[in-house]
């Protein structure tokens, strides 16, 4: 089975600097997808950035990018000119062959002004 | 972008009743779905994925009986919970996956469920 781990709980980022969330993976599939969500207080599951397997290129959304190393099956999100309302449980997520989606345990993201 | 409603929000019942989630998806039709279950400051874990016309599939340990789950339409799953003990009480989170593979999942907005 796919486990997905995020090995730091809690993480601190001035407003805006850059931080760095960590995300490992591990999966005998070759081809799946990496995500990673972004859990206000509401615990709205919001979709902040995906990555195709097959594609070497890192995604990137605006302030958000990932680090994607396949080989190390390695997924960090960086978050650039962090602003306060990016403050929130991120989680970082596998979807493969059979489109069931795993997530990580979450790292809660605080903005300090 | 794709909504998906999750009904209702919140819901409390007393211990021994069942209580429905339903899941709808809004403006496309998915012909998969799944149920999570999220304790406090805790991840989201796959209880059973639901596909439109067959039967779930349950994770281990999550007992199929207890967790009913129907998806009798490609626009509506459900989700009940059986003779409910205070240890269900839990959030609860459906998405629903458009299209095919490679396609994105859209989230609900969870129903808090307390069992008195």
């Known amino acids: 089975a796919q486990t997905v781990t995020q090995s730091q709980p809690e993480m601190s980022v001035q407003e805006a600097e850059t931080v760095t969330l960590s995300c490992t993976y591990d999966?005998?599939?070759?081809?799946?997808?990496l995500f990673w969500y972004k859990q206000p207080p509401s615990r709205q599951m919001i979709l902040v950035i995906r990555?195709?397997?097959?594609?070497?290129q890192n995604a990137t959304e605006n302030r958000f990018s990932v680090n994607f190393q396949k080989a190390a099956k390695s997924f960090s999100l960086k978050i650039s000119d962090s602003q306060l309302g990016d403050a929130a449980m991120y989680f970082c997520?596998?979807?493969?062959?059979?489109?069931?989606?795993?997530f990580g345990a979450g790292t809660r993201l605080t903005v300090k002004p | 972008g794709a909504v998906v409603s999750q009904h209702p929000s919140w819901v409390i019942c007393k211990s021994g009743t069942s209580v429905k989630i339903e899941c709808r998806s809004l403006d496309f039709q998915a012909t998969t779905m799944f149920w999570y279950r999220q304790f406090p400051k805790q991840s989201l874990m796959l209880m059973a994925t639901s596909n439109e016309g067959s039967k779930a599939t349950y994770e281990q340990g999550v007992e199929k009986d207890k967790f009913l789950i129907n998806h009798a339409s490609l626009t509506l799953s459900t989700l009940t919970v059986t003779s409910a003990h205070p240890e269900d009480s839990s959030f609860y989170i459906c998405?629903?996956?458009?299209?095919?593979?490679?396609?994105?999942?859209?989230f609900g907005q969870g129903t808090r469920l307390t069992v008195v």
């Open positions: 990555q195709e397997a097959y594609k070497q």
């Open positions: 997520a596998y979807r493969g062959l059979n489109n069931d989606m795993r």
């Open positions: 998405s629903a996956l458009r299209g095919g593979s490679g396609t994105e999942a859209f």
């Open positions: 999966t005998s599939e070759s081809d799946y997808y």
